[in-house]
């Protein structure tokens, strides 16, 4: 598919009517007000800390907005990365991606070095943006994080999500911001233990320092065409994650590949310090 861009401005909201445009478009995109960002919310992390970015075209309507609030974890200060979020009809153009990058931009020039995020893992577009184009890592799962959601786009399974890591300053992140990613080898994926595949029972015994978990490629079709089915992806991608993260693994990229036939998989690597 070839990606078109739009001609988009994006910068800090500076007023009550960037607020309200985010919190519709909030409504627009997820339909679901129990889970929106209020405008008291966004507010206050525009003023104290935070950064509340919105991308508008002439003449000023709102298509993509992204929200982070300031945070503290081991006495460091990071922002964590609420929502990021763009209108229908502008997905696949590249705002989100330079929405993000407008946001480690500010955050870099605040003296915010990490920023985290959560996403739903049965999303495999979501996760290529994030691991593979963003560079995040993840080393986390929480389950059924935001509890059970009235949005259509759960269709009632828990709300499970991975925790992104996005550090500012690290190699991966600068390469991948310039528009670079590493080379994927066919061949070597064939080389590379798989922990499950088809949504089936994970391999929890696996050894070796590099290993594959498959993912669902559409789960939205997957939903509407066989709830149960994604629901087992879920607990799949749920044990095996929780498992070899303690075991000291991370996820460090997302591979999609259309031939010869599609696919979805997470990249799990041993972490350094606990390898050997």
Same mark, same amino acid.
């Given at each position: 598919m070839v990606m078109t861009e739009v001609d988009v401005a994006i910068r800090r909201a500076s007023g009550i009517e960037d607020y309200l445009a985010a919190v519709e478009l909030q409504k627009e995109v997820w339909g679901d007000d129990a889970h929106v960002a209020t405008l008291p919310m966004l507010l206050l992390a525009g003023k104290y800390g935070g950064c509340v970015l919105v991308a508008g075209q002439s003449p000023g309507r709102l298509i993509g907005f992204s929200f982070a609030i300031l945070g503290r974890e081991a006495g460091k200060l990071f922002w964590w990365s609420h929502m990021t979020a763009v209108g229908e009809g502008y997905r696949n153009k590249n705002v989100g991606w330079r929405l993000k990058l407008k946001q480690r931009q500010e955050a870099l020039a605040s003296g915010i070095e990490k920023i985290c995020w959560t996403f739903d893992p049965l999303q495999a577009v979501n996760a290529h943006f994030n691991i593979h184009k963003l560079g995040v890592v $993840? &080393?986390?799962?929480? @389950?059924?994080a935001y509890g059970v959601s009235g949005s259509?786009?759960?269709r009632g399974l828990p709300t499970d999500r991975l925790i992104a890591e996005w550090n500012l300053n690290s190699e991966r992140v600068r390469e991948r911001s310039d528009g670079g @990613? /590493? /080379? +994927?080898i066919l061949r070597d994926l064939d080389r590379i233990p798989r922990i @499950? !595949? !088809? !949504?089936?029972e994970p391999n929890l015994g696996l050894s070796e #320092? $590099? +290993? +594959?978990l498959e993912a669902p490629v559409n789960v939205t079709d997957l939903k509407q065409m066989d709830l149960e089915r994604a629901r087992r992806w879920q607990q799949t991608i749920r044990t095996a994650c929780q498992h070899y993260f303690a075991g000291g693994f991370s996820i460090t990229d997302f591979i999609r +590949? #259309? &031939? /010869?036939?599609? !696919?979805?998989f997470y990249l799990f690597e041993r972490n350094r310090e606990s390898a050997g």
């Open positions: $993840v &080393r986390k799962y929480e @389950s059924n259509f786009l759960h @990613s /590493p /080379p +994927l @499950s !595949g !088809g !949504g089936h #320092d $590099v +290993l +594959l +590949l #259309d &031939r /010869p036939a599609p !696919g979805a």
